[in-house]
């Protein structure tokens, strides 16, 4: 998707560079439990890195320089990761290992990171209402950092790429079964170009059967500031969460909205399995234990029950 040279937003005023990302982390991990009952989710190993690192990540080679993370009680872990670590630096450099201090210290590095906290689990929409006073009023990335996502650009370059050319908010979808729609937000709306949808309905998790489409909201969204509006004039739903599909409806109502298929591999790392799965799916990607990896897997005799 080439990016427009002047882009404008649905009012035809000049868009501003989006440089701003808010990553929700204040989540219980009720699905990975016991596990999380003392660690953060957020916090969990693929590989050798954090699950939240790899959307810090993204967002800084997207363009990203400052970053929002909204965390709660029990997260200071989420925190110590992203500062310097002046021990262990130390440590190393007195080691001599200056391929592992740098690797140490380029965390850090990754973009100007800010915290808010989440008081109560009061759903999406309310976590995004705690950034509010951060973001302003500007456009922004809002990630969950659950959906790990590979691709080249990278998941928020592509939601970058078409907002510069649509000019409103975009979320990025990508196509599941029929009998998983009920798991996730769904959109429906007109295909406008190859891979965009200007979209016309959402609904978050429709019951079986009845989903509008097969195009599933998934991790990453790019949002007009008229989201905190929108989110103000949603009312609470079960549980008392706000949910941010509801307020999405609002916009694609009024401002307009669009949705951008996502082109790459997600790996969700919000249950078991899952996690199990994307722990080996990026360590194949790594050169450094890769192959090593693939052997043992080849090595297995899968036909154990």
Do not use: W
Request: proline share 6%.
């Amino acid at each position: 998707m080439r990016c427009n040279p002047n882009p404008r937003d649905s009012r035809g005023a000049a868009l501003t560079r989006v440089r701003k990302a808010v990553i929700l982390a204040a989540g219980y991990g009720t699905r990975l439990l016991p596990l999380t009952k003392s660690q953060p989710k957020e916090m969990l190993p693929l590989v050798d890195r954090p699950i939240i690192h790899y959307s810090v990540e993204e967002a800084a080679q997207s363009g990203i320089d400052q970053i929002i993370i909204v965390t709660a009680i029990g997260k200071r872990a989420v925190e110590d990761y992203f500062d310097r670590s002046r021990d262990i630096e130390a440590l190393l450099e007195q080691k001599g290992d200056f391929e592992r201090l740098e690797e140490v210290r380029s965390v850090s590095r990754m973009a100007n990171i800010a915290y808010v906290r989440q008081g109560e689990a009061k759903g999406i929409g309310d976590a995004v209402m705690t950034a509010r006073h951060l973001v302003g009023d500007e456009a922004f990335v809002l990630m969950l950092p659950d959906d790990v996502m590979v691709g080249q650009p990278p998941a928020t370059a592509q939601l970058i790429a078409a907002y510069e050319k649509y000019g409103a908010s975009v979320v990025c979808v990508e196509e599941v079964p029929e009998h998983e729609t009920s798991s996730y937000g769904i959109v429906a709306g007109e295909e406008v170009a190859d891979g965009i949808t200007r979209l016309r309905r959402l609904v978050e998790k429709p019951l079986p059967g009845t989903a509008p489409s097969n195009l599933a909201i998934v991790g990453r969204y790019l949002l007009t500031p008229a989201v905190f509006e929108a989110i103000e004039h949603t009312a609470p739903g079960v549980g008392g969460e706000i949910q941010i599909t509801d307020a999405l409806q609002q916009l694609a109502d009024g401002e307009g909205m669009f949705a951008s298929r996502f082109h790459g591999e997600r790996y969700d790392t919000g249950r078991p399995l899952a996690l199990l799965i994307a722990s080996v799916a990026m360590g194949l990607r790594r050169t450094d234990i890769g192959p090593e990896l693939r052997a043992y897997l080849r090595s297995l005799n899968l036909n154990e029950e």
